[in-house]
């Protein structure tokens, strides 16, 4: 009876994490979704490199100022009801960008896709964080980035399959609405976090769910941490101020500091512009260039599965360093395929298909659900909301100056020597950027050995505590 019960609350715990990673989906499909739709809107609209790179960055403006705003309304309105007006942000955003009129009015509505982004890419781990056990929590929050790679690997396949309908980069668009709907009307019949309830007084209410998924056994022990982080929090009121907390410094040099490497590592770049990575490697056709862009997404989902299995098992600091170690050899190789793209010719093509999946898979595997999972444990519970929104909105700075930088950086480092013809046209060459972004790289390694904690298998509260008692990461 008592391996039925648990079976049942592991069983209801993953559908709530799954409904709230919808949430992580819509950020992969609209993230992803534009890497198709820019090559047919570049020459439906004849758009401009500046304006391919605005329209690209629109939706990282949006993410920024829905990072920057929506750490306040997690604390006051709650995690479900923030989760329920990003999903009502998200349709709007794909009615909008579907049946857009003119240039301008495009990239408002990437705009608020981009506000429901940024809130979403830390409330949904958030949620997810405080409504899963701390024994298979990382597995849990790692949910959400693997939804997040199913959302860009969906937004590629229906990029592909509606490449030759009439005004097919509208369609595109528009198909993100349906997960946004469901992500809406699943949110509905989800609960409150314990934590969120306990912070508003409710603690019988906090019990009551906590049960629905806690063991038994642990459930007193986890509500007296809460209560007594409760206690605390009624005894002090909350600021601005809060975060300039002395022991506050580690965690927030370890929030912004994973975030940093995580977006100028160059996953996104791969992620935006990834097909016209391929047309300047030779795939000259724009249909098959998202198809090959698509193996991208199958490698990015499947090494995310193979991080949720490990993350709980060997540790995120371990995973962290092989994949970054991965990343930074396969971007310096495909920096040297590309500076010398005249002597590798019909080759280049495979050789830069072969070490992108190679790069995507180390980072599925490390950066990319490890640096979601640590915000959502490294912040105290006082100022989680305000604190994860700090490092939300630096990702998205980060994120948008590697977008809008990516074709600059590599027009930058391209010499005449080095210029590559696609389409009969003269283009630049990436080479110096991936270089770029693998010195970035090994600075990543760096960083990880001296400031990246173990958080495998602590509650929330004792990372909280350790903290406090300004202690190494290290020694976490």
Same mark, same amino acid.
């Given at each position: 009876?008592?391996?039925?019960?648990?079976?049942? #609350?592991?069983?209801?715990?993953?559908?709530?994490?799954?409904?709230?990673?919808?949430?992580?989906?819509?950020?992969?499909?609209?993230?992803?979704?534009?890497?198709?739709?820019?090559?047919?809107?570049?020459?439906?609209?004849?758009?401009?490199?500046?304006?391919?790179? &605005?329209?690209?960055?629109?939706?990282?403006? !949006?993410?920024?100022?829905?990072?920057?705003?929506?750490?306040?309304?997690?604390?006051?309105?709650?995690?479900?009801?923030?989760?329920?007006?990003?999903?009502?942000?998200?349709?709007? !955003?794909?009615?909008?960008?579907?049946?857009?009129?003119?240039?301008?009015?495009?990239?408002?509505?990437?705009?608020?896709?981009?506000?429901?982004?940024?809130?979403?890419?830390?409330?949904?781990?958030?949620?997810?964080?405080?409504?899963?056990?701390?024994?298979?929590?990382?597995?849990?929050?790692?949910?959400?980035?693997?939804?997040?790679?199913?959302?860009?690997?969906?937004?590629?396949? %229906?990029?592909?399959?509606?490449?030759?309908?009439?005004?097919?980069?509208?369609?595109?668009?528009?198909?993100?609405?349906?997960?946004?709907?469901?992500?809406?009307?699943?949110?509905?019949?989800?609960?409150?976090?314990?934590?969120?309830?306990?912070?508003?007084?409710?603690?019988?209410?906090?019990?009551?769910?906590?049960?629905?998924?806690?063991?038994?056994?642990?459930?007193?022990?986890?509500?007296?941490?809460?209560?007594?982080?409760?206690?605390?929090?009624?005894? #002090?009121?909350?600021?601005?101020?809060?975060?300039?907390?002395?022991?506050?410094?580690?965690?927030?040099?370890?929030?912004?500091?994973?975030?940093?490497?995580? #977006?100028?590592?160059?996953?996104?770049?791969?992620?935006?512009?990834?097909?016209?990575?391929?047309?300047?490697?030779?795939?000259?056709?724009?249909?098959?260039?998202?198809?090959?862009?698509? %193996?991208?997404?199958?490698?990015?989902?499947?090494?995310?599965?193979?991080?949720?299995?490990?993350?709980?098992?060997?540790?995120?600091?371990?995973?962290?360093?092989?994949?970054?170690?991965?990343?930074?050899? %396969?971007?310096?190789?495909?920096?040297?395929?590309?500076?010398?793209?005249?002597?590798?010719?019909?080759?280049?093509?495979?050789?830069?298909?072969?070490?992108?999946?190679?790069?995507?898979?180390?980072?599925?595997?490390?950066?990319?659900?490890?640096?979601?999972?640590?915000?959502?444990?490294?912040?105290?519970?006082?100022?989680?909301?305000?604190?994860?929104?700090?490092?939300?909105?630096?990702?998205?700075?980060?994120?948008?100056?590697?977008?809008?930088?990516?074709?600059?950086?590599?027009?930058?480092?391209? %010499?005449?020597?080095?210029?590559?013809?696609?389409?009969?046209?003269?283009?630049?060459?990436?080479?110096?950027?991936?270089?770029?972004?693998?010195?970035?790289?090994?600075?990543?390694?760096?960083?990880?050995?001296?400031?990246?904690?173990?958080?495998?298998?602590?509650?929330?509260?004792?990372?909280?505590?350790? &903290?406090?008692?300004?202690?190494?990461?290290?020694?976490?």
């Amino acid at each position: 009876m008592v391996n039925k019960g648990m079976k049942k #609350q592991k069983r209801l715990v993953f559908f709530i994490a799954l409904i709230a990673a919808t949430g992580g989906l819509l950020f992969g499909f609209d993230t992803g979704v534009i890497s198709g739709a820019i090559m047919f809107l570049r020459d439906d609209w004849g758009l401009m490199q500046h304006q391919v790179e &605005w329209i690209i960055a629109s939706l990282m403006i !949006g993410a920024v100022i829905g990072a920057a705003f929506s750490g306040k309304l997690v604390d006051s309105i709650g995690r479900k009801y923030t989760i329920i007006i990003i999903a009502i942000l998200f349709a709007l !955003g794909s009615l909008g960008s579907a049946f857009a009129p003119s240039f301008n009015f495009l990239a408002l509505s990437r705009v608020v896709i981009g506000i429901a982004v940024g809130m979403a890419s830390f409330t949904v781990p958030l949620y997810i964080a405080e409504i899963s056990p701390a024994r298979n929590r990382g597995a849990l929050v790692s949910l959400n980035q693997l939804m997040i790679t199913i959302g860009i690997l969906l937004s590629y396949l %229906s990029d592909l399959a509606l490449v030759n309908v009439s005004d097919n980069w509208r369609w595109m668009f528009f198909v993100g609405l349906f997960p946004a709907l469901v992500l809406l009307i699943g949110m509905l019949g989800l609960p409150k976090t314990p934590r969120f309830l306990m912070s508003k007084g409710r603690e019988k209410e906090a019990r009551e769910t906590l049960a629905k998924y806690e063991d038994a056994a642990v459930i007193d022990e986890v509500m007296l941490k809460m209560k007594i982080d409760m206690d605390l929090l009624s005894s #002090q009121k909350k600021s601005w101020k809060d975060i300039f907390n002395s022991w506050m410094i580690m965690p927030f040099i370890i929030g912004i500091g994973i975030m940093f490497f995580q #977006q100028f590592i160059g996953i996104n770049v791969f992620i935006y512009y990834g097909p016209m990575i391929f047309e300047m490697a030779g795939f000259q056709d724009n249909y098959i260039a998202i198809a090959t862009a698509i %193996s991208i997404g199958f490698v990015n989902v499947f090494f995310t599965f193979v991080a949720m299995a490990y993350i709980d098992r060997i540790g995120r600091k371990k995973l962290y360093n092989i994949g970054l170690t991965g990343m930074i050899i %396969s971007l310096t190789l495909l920096g040297y395929f590309f500076y010398e793209h005249q002597m590798f010719e019909e080759h280049l093509k495979i050789l830069v298909v072969v070490f992108t999946l190679s790069f995507v898979a180390f980072f599925a595997i490390s950066l990319g659900p490890i640096a979601w999972l640590i915000i959502s444990e490294i912040f105290p519970l006082k100022i989680r909301g305000l604190s994860m929104s700090i490092a939300t909105l630096s990702h998205w700075l980060f994120n948008g100056i590697v977008s809008y930088t990516f074709l600059k950086i590599s027009a930058f480092f391209t %010499s005449e020597k080095m210029q590559i013809i696609s389409k009969g046209e003269i283009t630049v060459n990436p080479a110096g950027a991936f270089w770029f972004y693998a010195a970035i790289g090994v600075l990543g390694l760096i960083f990880g050995k001296y400031f990246l904690p173990e958080t495998k298998g602590r509650t929330l509260e004792e990372i909280e505590e350790h &903290w406090r008692k300004r202690k190494n990461p290290k020694d976490l």
